[in-house]
């Protein structure tokens, strides 16, 4: 039983791992807490299933949602961002608590409440080892988040872009001075965490096979803050490590305690954590200036 | 000169950068003591561990003979050492006023039951309060802009009522860092002449300057950081004439 | 505004019910004038202090439950239940606050974010003491030795008091040395704590005043509605309130009843647009934050401004500096 929960734990895990790096970017690069990020991404794969539905091949229609994903945050970004990036913590997470409701009932306008089937034609089919089922497509997601992981750390060590990236999260005006092209620089951080968000809640939707509209705040945002908060904000490995720990920990407390208060008990474990440990478990090293 | 404050093997690490190493300072009662150093010096290190912001990594730091090593902030600024800051920190969306009764936050005690149960302009503490404010104000030359936002002052503004505001709390010791900054030569004139008139109207000051003829110029003594590490101290005469401070930062002034 | 003024709008306010004569308006009012205070609570700690709490609505609900045990399961009185449950949420607000004290400005919005979710969860699943799904029904109506306040007319007068102690009690806070302090922390809690202010015992204090205040609120309310639900106290209800306080300005005591009432009166008028409420509470805080980060009344907010173009002197500033992180 016990592998079996652990199995789930690390396929669910990367799923978050998905959903959190994108997240994590945008967090450590501007420290915005980014609401949005959730909602942003569900109505990329509502869009996703509005294209399958229309009898689109689901590999191009999946296209379709990464596409929308991306310019979806590139807007967000541009119009209810970008003028508050410097007015303080407060407003501009108000900002995005405005742009996630604005998102949120978009969804709910088009598609309402119901949870769909999403019919993607990856079911995938299943293993048996010794008592313990796995997925084919548990396998695929723990992959494609691994090399995922392994694609953006290249992208951020070896691009020009890459390279803006980690001048900006260091100090935004020394990297102007460097010449770092600052505006589109995190246009585009937004815009490839919107279109990762897409592809972690495609492959969230694959696994449980169904979508509804509450992916994208409950089980996107707050899990990839969760997240990011254990891993280590800002931080890629703390991303990955944070959201698959995330993923174990919801696994392991609904196996073995309670499934009626997981949620509840998920939620005290990373309070705990917050108060021991506030910095996470890779914390980036930035001292606080006078 | 009565000691007020003394520093012994003052010692703050950052991983493996050392920024301040076994410092011994001593600050007399009555006092300008000025604190120079090239950037990266540790000047501001100094001030911050000083005033509790950062522990010490090592050594030991006594006020009026008592031991306050390690205390948090609010309890040395509570036993009268206060200080500006190097980039202004001011309560930017509260009046001018206001700022100065935050100043005054560790004097004026008035009970919660008066708070709740009687009108605030009928709060003895308060009216007190708001008259010694004013008052101050008037001798800053900030009366006239008492009710704006400060957050909408001019610079220069700005940086007095910094000032005033530390200088509110009757602070025994007041640590400026880098009171001229930003200012032009005439400016900075003026600021040392106000450095001067607090100091006579009460608190010891120490301060951290850049500017060598406003330091040279209003300082009884000058210590010179270099690297973390003390390397010299005394009266602005002795420390123009030693060789390691020529060495390490006049000598590259006067280039 | 004068004396004379306060005395005249209050005596207005007095007449209200003779009026309208009408018991869904009062109803309505009533609503308006109990929510208000829980923007006041909102104000007190997001405006005041900057601490950007969202899960209000938790202790509303930690207020109205306890209040519905202490009468229906314990038959206390209401007077009683009343004060005791704004002392419970008082205290869990300072435990809240206590734990937060040291943490960074986002992980008290996760911390709180994440107390709403838990109460939701055991509101919700602690059968044997909360009801469960069903709530806690036939919760008595406010009786204050011996006096019944059974009619939306009777419950005008109590809410109103209410509002105006709540009101009163609140500017005193934010207009005396504490208020200061919570304002100063907001600004710059660095050179707060230069200024002598206890940093954390203060946030830990402004948490606890707010929640006293939230919770009394919760608690008046169950009375009122006399049925405690576990479905009103979740987080959409809690950016809902958030959004009364930003509306009418963080900062402005006053703000925060215009922003109430509209936002409470609006779903009332047009039904299509309590559907969208939450839309268009979206788009507002999207708006507001780009254009009017000082909401209506607040400092240099659109009232200020409006005046400043009717006499000409409209200045470029708009924007909002609050405490850095």
Redesign the interface.
């Known amino acids: 039983m016990f592998l079996q929960h652990l199995i789930n734990g690390l396929s669910i895990g990367s799923v978050y791992a998905l959903i959190t790096i994108g997240y994590n970017m945008v967090y450590g690069i501007l420290e915005l807490l980014n609401f949005a990020h959730g909602d942003v991404y569900a109505l990329g794969c509502f869009v996703v299933l509005g294209l399958v539905t229309a009898g689109i091949h689901p590999i191009i229609a999946i296209l379709g949602g990464v596409v929308s994903g991306y310019i979806l945050n590139i807007l967000v970004e541009r119009f209810a961002y970008r003028s508050v990036r410097f007015s303080g913590r407060v407003t501009p997470t108000i900002s995005a608590v405005g742009v996630a409701y604005i998102m949120r009932n978009a969804i709910l306008k088009i598609w309402g409440p119901e949870t769909y089937p999403m019919k993607l034609g990856f079911r995938g089919t299943q293993l048996h080892l010794g008592g313990i089922v796995v997925g084919t497509l548990q396998i695929y997601i723990f992959i494609a988040a691994i090399s995922f992981m392994v694609i953006i750390s290249l992208f951020l060590k070896k691009t020009k872009i890459g390279q803006g990236i980690i001048a900006i999260s260091q100090s935004i005006p020394t990297a102007a001075l460097l010449g770092v092209p600052v505006n589109r620089t995190i246009s585009i951080v937004y815009g490839i965490g919107g279109a990762l968000g897409v592809i972690g809640g495609i492959l969230f939707c694959a696994y449980y096979d169904t979508i509804f509209v509450g992916i994208g705040f409950a089980l996107g945002t707050l899990k990839a803050w969760m997240a990011a908060i254990i891993g280590g904000v800002g931080s890629l490995k703390g991303a990955v490590i944070g959201a698959i720990m995330l993923g174990l920990i919801e696994s392991m407390v609904a196996g073995y305690v309670s499934t009626l208060y997981k949620d509840a008990l998920v939620w005290l474990i990373l309070i705990t954590f917050i108060l021991i440990r506030p910095q996470g478990f890779f914390p980036s090293?930035i001292?606080e200036k006078? | 000169m009565a000691e007020l404050l003394r520093a012994e093997k003052l010692s703050r690490h950052?991983?493996g950068v050392k920024a301040l190493t076994n410092v011994n300072l001593t600050v007399n009662e009555g006092e300008i003591l000025g604190v120079i150093g090239p950037n990266g010096a540790g000047k501001?290190t100094l001030f911050?561990v000083l005033?509790g912001?950062y522990k010490p990594s090592d050594g030991k730091i006594h006020y009026k003979n008592r031991d306050i090593t390690g205390r948090?902030?609010?309890e040395t600024?509570?036993s009268g050492i206060?200080?500006t800051?190097?980039?202004i920190?001011?309560?930017?969306?509260?009046s001018v006023l206001?700022n100065m009764?935050?100043?005054m936050?560790?004097q004026?005690?008035?009970k919660?039951t008066e708070?709740?149960f009687?009108?605030?302009d009928a709060?003895p503490?308060?009216i007190r309060g708001r008259k010694d404010a004013e008052e101050v104000l008037d001798s800053f030359g900030l009366l006239d802009v008492a009710h704006i936002?400060a957050?909408?002052l001019p610079y220069g503004k700005k940086r007095r009522l910094e000032i005033a505001?530390?200088f509110i709390?009757k602070p025994s010791l007041l640590l400026l860092d880098e009171p001229s900054a930003g200012m032009n030569p005439s400016e900075t004139v003026e600021m040392m002449k106000f450095i001067k008139d607090i100091r006579d109207k009460g608190p010891t000051v120490v301060v951290i300057e850049h500017n060598m003829k406003l330091i040279m110029g209003i300082s009884d003594r000058v210590a010179v950081l270099n690297f973390g590490e003390k390397i010299a101290d005394g009266t602005p005469a002795e420390v123009q004439a030693n060789h390691e401070v020529i060495e390490a930062y006049l000598g590259k002034e006067e280039e | 505004m004068k004396n004379k003024y306060k005395i005249l709008l209050f005596m207005f306010a007095l007449l209200i019910p003779p009026i309208i004569r009408n018991e869904y308006y009062v109803r309505i009012v009533n609503i308006f004038y109990m929510y208000s205070v829980v923007a006041l609570s909102i104000n007190l700690i997001v405006g005041f202090c900057g601490q950007l709490d969202m899960g209000r609505a938790a202790f509303m609900g930690l207020g109205a439950y306890c209040s519905a045990i202490l009468t229906v399961k314990m038959g206390l009185p209401f007077i009683a239940a009343f004060l005791i449950s704004g002392a419970f949420s008082g205290l869990i607000g300072a435990v809240l606050g206590f734990l937060c004290r040291k943490s960074a400005f986002d992980y008290l919005t996760l911390v709180t974010i994440g107390f709403n979710a838990i109460c939701q969860i055991v509101f919700l699943n602690w059968i044997p003491v909360t009801g469960g799904v069903m709530g806690i029904s036939r919760v008595p109506q406010p009786n204050i030795f011996g006096f019944h306040f059974d009619t939306n007319t009777r419950f005008y007068y109590l809410a109103l008091f209410f509002l105006a102690a709540s009101f009163i009690?609140m500017h005193?806070?934010c207009?005396?040395?504490?208020g200061?302090?919570f304002?100063?922390i907001?600004?710059?809690s660095?050179?707060?704590?230069?200024?002598?202010?206890?940093?954390q015992l203060y946030k830990i204090l402004n948490f606890a005043i707010g929640s006293v205040f939230t919770g009394l609120t919760g608690a008046l309310f169950v009375h009122y509605t006399q049925y405690a639900s576990p479905f009103n106290y979740t987080l959409d209800e809690s950016i809902y309130q958030l959004q009364m306080a930003i509306l009418g300005g963080l900062?402005s005591l006053a703000g925060s009843l215009v922003g109430t009432f509209i936002l409470v009166v609006l779903p009332e008028i047009s039904r299509s647009f309590y559907e969208y409420r939450l839309l268009f509470v979206g788009i507002l805080m999207v708006v507001m934050m780009l254009y009017f980060p000082n909401g209506l009344l607040g400092?240099e907010g659109v009232g200020e401004r409006l005046i400043a173009v009717r006499l000409g002197m409209l200045g470029g500033?708009n924007s909002?500096?609050?405490s850095g992180g």
């Open positions: 090293q001292a006078i | 950052f991983g501001s911050n005033t912001f948090p902030v609010f600024a509570k206060t200080r800051f190097q980039n920190r001011l309560f930017d969306q509260v206001q009764l935050v100043g936050h560790t004026l005690r008035p919660f708070i709740l009687k009108k605030p709060i503490e308060e936002t957050g909408n505001r530390a709390s | 009690a005193r806070i207009n005396s040395r504490m200061r302090a304002e100063a907001r600004d710059d660095i050179a707060a704590e230069y200024s002598g202010i206890n940093v900062g400092k500033k909002r500096k609050d």
